[in-house]
């Protein structure tokens, strides 16, 4: 058991987007916090992005926000990241790749999380 928690925070950035060009960016936060008994560290990420037509939008890479940060027992990590989708309703989960302290390496599941212009949802 890993013990690693995830807590998601999502937000549509009205300024950035553009929906007559079908352009709406949200922001998300996501707290990664160690529940366990010894440190971790991020490794890597991965992203699947569906918005509403079904389009899926794969992402992939080293760490998070250019980091791959060391999270020790009882601490958290937070960061804010985002993504662009062509309409106003969409979807995201992933995983993330981490490490123990021991060296190893385990996968930590992002649960689905929507995005949502504000209202869009009654």
């Not at 998070?64 to 309703?89: D, H, K, N, W």
């Amino acid at each position: 058991m890993n013990h690693i928690e995830i807590d998601v925070k999502t937000q549509y950035l009205n300024a950035q987007s553009v929906p007559s060009e079908g352009q709406y960016v949200f922001a998300y936060t996501i707290t990664i916090t160690n529940n366990g008994e010894h440190p971790v560290q991020l490794l890597n990420r991965s992203w699947q992005i569906t918005d509403a037509d079904h389009k899926i939008t794969r992402v992939a890479g080293d760490g998070v926000v250019g980091q791959q940060p060391r999270i020790a027992a009882g601490e958290s990590f937070t960061y804010t990241s985002g993504t662009v989708i062509a309409t106003p309703l969409g979807m995201m989960h992933g995983h993330y790749g981490m490490v123990t302290h021991t060296g190893d390496q385990f996968i930590v599941e992002i649960p689905s999380f929507r995005l949502a212009v504000p209202n869009i949802l009654h």
